[in-house]
């Protein structure tokens, strides 16, 4: 990614985008059958940016026989492993090139910002769908230990038609982190990208197209949940879907599964994230930087968000400083302005939520932040709550709010971090290894942390304990393996005239 | 829900009546817009090259689309062609199109430049954008030089406005691709001696200069294959227009034909602006002769029901 522009610049190009709305099914744009459209808003300034398909049921399914077609007919799922890389890697290329324009339309469509989009999210999803594509040629089957006179062969095989449900907080990163896998494995996808965020998705599916994905294996539905999610979730010509979002839906396409087909389902779903800060912590001016970023990151709409501070009384007033001074270097504005830390939430209705929360805290609880601007921004808001039965310590609020709450021991600290329905990710900070250990041990949470806010990267698993998810991990080559079947091939080798030989 | 248009029947790409030196004679195109109206046409094409739009400023085509709007009154549709060398000329009708309250635009290559289908594509998107209205793709490449190809579609159908595409290549396989391949855009038959060809693969309207003058015999064919689905009618009707057909794709001189039809029709046309020019004697005598023996043998099938 060349440097940053200005944010004159970065409206230039704003202006001149040519947005894609329709759906992309078996290779080319279509409206909806039904000629139905939804506005798409700019969440910073609440201006329409285009109409996009209003798909149903009825455009799922032919999403699903295109895709069912192309599966079959082994135009993917049978190419040469090197093949498919060289697709995937092109795709890469083509992303590379138009990086720019996807960086804009992503912040215009989703309201992060332009920095986020410039430096994580478009050179993230490049790098995982590159990832996933050099992986596909480098894994291999196994033969197990079995007799002499019989070969036991375990292969794996892509699963079939994949129905990949996205969420709206990063749109194309958790699109790559979908497709890269599933379409390495040799699957055909039915995408829905969030209704609030579709854009982004369309132009990659263009850009697949382009570098040579076969028409019919990669199709985008876009559409709302009860119109386009709940028909792709029921369909029973679909092998597998795999949501990221809430724990609400996630529960529904359990219940799509097993009303329909039983298909495989693997949920990436919400999170309250434990954040430990021990008295022994060192650095806490580092420790103050994780704790911000862990929190406000991308306005905080982030499932694996460290949105609980968890943190010893001895330390807790020297911490919180630290932390506001660093929580005040995150400037709220325009998501266009490259200086800009946190961005707009991602529609109104969300705002609105958030703001709910806002009101909770009683005065004085406040350390800093609490205000709301323009029916569309945050600031960066830090509450001590007193106690992990707060409201605003148990639910997970998907905005910029950090929670505070004391703790007087190490054991106390990893019972208050796991006394929560999720267990998606968890930090600690101590300078104590064995602590660090035990508690990384202890911490109930897909991923632990210690001394540092991350989630790894594409090389390490990322998913959820409790009701934070289940059924695979997103990234490295498990990732992998969930788009994939196990297969044992078990061939005998015995010669059945051995006995009348003698 | 934003208003998706449809493409059904005949929409005739209007000729600009003229005067003798040259000015728009705004009265006889007041009576030609009456004449299709009151003979059954589905809607109206301004800015065609037809109308000789080549030979027009943007703003004497926005005047020309103003007035048949008013003149139309919402009884039919207006199409407004932005078919122009210059991308900002394009994208003025476009606006201007937008302003007006126009149904559709008519959307072709800009001609001489030869793009690259990436070039037309954007050039496409950028009419688009500043307009925000339904678009008819128009696919002209004897005159334009190039193809709508497939990348250009693929590329242009991010936009929901694209809902059609005139297609007058002349290319059978055109009419099978996008058929097959496009179903999502409305195909309308823009190569007159191929109506029922198109029809037959599911066109359902036709864009059509002859009916300028003959607007009858054309509604006659769109009805009996694209209504009521009566091919072996429609080829008897088909048969009967092929000579005229002939007379005007083959003669090398098309919008002298159409114009000199339309006075036939009992409506003024006046001259061609340069640097075309009228039909002679020997021509116009052919077409007479084409014009007569079609409309007595297209009556004649007509009176059989």
Known sequence: MSELLTREEYEAIAANLTLPVNAFIDGSFRPAKSGKTFETVNPATGVKLADVAACDAEDVDFAVSRAREAFDDGRWSKLHPSERKDVLIRLCKLMTRNARELAVMESLDSGKTIYDCETVDVPETIHCIKWHAELIDKIYDQVAPA?????????????G?????LPWNFPLLMMAWKIGPALAAGCSVVVKPAGETSLTALRIAELAYEAGVPAGVLNIVTGSGSQVGEPLGKHADVDMVSFTGSTVTGRRFLHYSADSNLKEVVLEMGGKNPCIVMD??????????HVVNGAFWNMGENCSAAARLIVHKDIKDDLLERVKAAARQWNVGAPLDPSVRVGALVSKAHFDKVCSYLALPEKGQIITGGKAIDGAFVEPTIVDVGSNDDTLAREEIF???LSVITVSSFDEAISVANDTEYGLAASIFTANARRAIRGARALRAGTVTVNSFGEGDITTPFGGYKQSGFGGRDNGVHAHDQYT????????????FDSEVD | MTFRFTLEGIYTPIVTPFEDDGAVNFDALADIVEHLVENGVHGIISGGSTAENYTQTVEERLELARFIKDRLNGRLPLIVGTGAMRTPDSVALAQGARDMGADALLLGTPPYSVPTERENALNALAIDRAADLPIILYNYPGRMGVHMGEEFLDHVCRSRNVIGIKESSGDINRVHLLARDYPHIQMSCGMDDQALEFFAWGARSWICAGSNFLPEEHVFLYETCAVNSDFAKGRRIMSAMMPLMRVLEQGGKFIQCVKHGTEMAGLRTGPMRPPLRGLNKDDKRQLEQVVSTLKITIAAIKAEN
Do not use: N
């Open chain 1, 485 to 496: 079947q196990l297969k044992t091939i078990w061939i005998d080798l015995g010669d059945p």
């Open chain 1, 399 to 401: 905005g910029p709010i």
């Open chain 1, 147 to 159: 007799s002499d006179d019989h070969i036991a062969m375990v292969v794996r095989e892509p699963v």
């Open chain 1, 280 to 289: 022994d912590a060192e650095y806490l001016d580092s420790v103050a930087e």
């Open chain 1, 161 to 165: 038609v994949v129905g990949l449900v």
